[in-house]
């Protein structure tokens, strides 16, 4: 089984709907992380999380929400979506006894129409 | 802040050439460096990592990468690529501080030919 696992792994949505996107981890690892994925931009941190009671903005945190439910759970809101969050998110954990080494879920293509 | 630059976007390489894709970053401390892989249609997997010692570092796949602090670089290494390297390399890096978040390269895209 995945260690990190994303859901949905497709969705098509149009634009002004609320959507979510979930993060589930069995590594045990307190950090967690949401980014996106878009074409010669590598990836960009949206939000991350040390542990349950910490949530932190990243660098492109505008338009998007967050919820860590339990150190095994992280989803990532997207209020009113627009066009321009057309992109691939990424769910990762992290252990930092080990440098903070990332672990990356399949990923979520979301489509805003 | 901390950045991470990539000089090369694509990369188109045949089979058995040797491959180094250049990575730079900008920080002022002691650092964590990583290579991840994503091959089409997949997630990131982690390539290779160096966080202290050896500045020379072996991943899988015949990977491997060099830290040259005075350059502040961390280049990718393969001496014979196959069709099979194909994907998109990324590199990047953080603070050993423990609570630092990880900074990513752009990316490079390689393509190799049969």
């Known amino acids: 089984d995945a260690d990190v696992t994303q859901t949905p792994r497709n969705r098509i949505t149009k634009t002004g709907k609320r959507i979510m996107l979930e993060c589930s981890q069995t590594k045990g690892h307190d950090r967690m992380y949401w980014y996106r994925q878009d074409p010669g931009l590598g990836l960009r941190l949206i939000y991350y999380?040390?542990?349950?009671?910490?949530?932190n903005k990243g660098e492109i945190s505008d338009g998007y929400s967050v919820s860590r439910q339990a150190q095994a759970k992280f989803s990532l809101s997207l209020e009113s979506a627009i066009p321009n969050q057309t992109a691939l998110y990424f769910c990762?954990?992290?252990?930092?006894?080990?440098?903070?080494?990332?672990?990356f879920g399949p990923g979520t293509r979301l489509l805003v129409l | 802040a901390q950045s991470v630059s990539q000089h090369n976007h694509h990369v188109i390489l045949s089979e058995a050439a040797s491959l180094e894709l250049g990575c730079n970053y900008s920080y002022g401390g002691t650092v964590n460096l990583f290579w991840y892989v994503q091959y089409p249609g997949q997630h990131l997997q982690l390539l290779l990592k160096y966080f202290s010692g050896d500045p020379l570092v072996k991943g899988i796949k015949g990977f491997e990468a060099e830290f040259i602090k005075s350059k502040f670089s961390f280049n990718l290494r393969k001496p014979s690529v196959q069709w099979s390297d194909t994907a998109e390399y990324f590199c990047?890096?953080?603070?050993?501080?423990?609570?630092?978040?990880?900074?990513f390269g752009k990316g490079t895209m390689l393509l190799v030919s049969p």
């Open positions: 990762a954990t992290s252990d930092p006894q080990r440098g903070e080494t990332q672990y």
């Open positions: 999380s040390f542990d349950v009671k910490d949530i």
């Open positions: 990047a890096v953080n603070s050993n501080s423990g609570y630092s978040t990880l900074t």
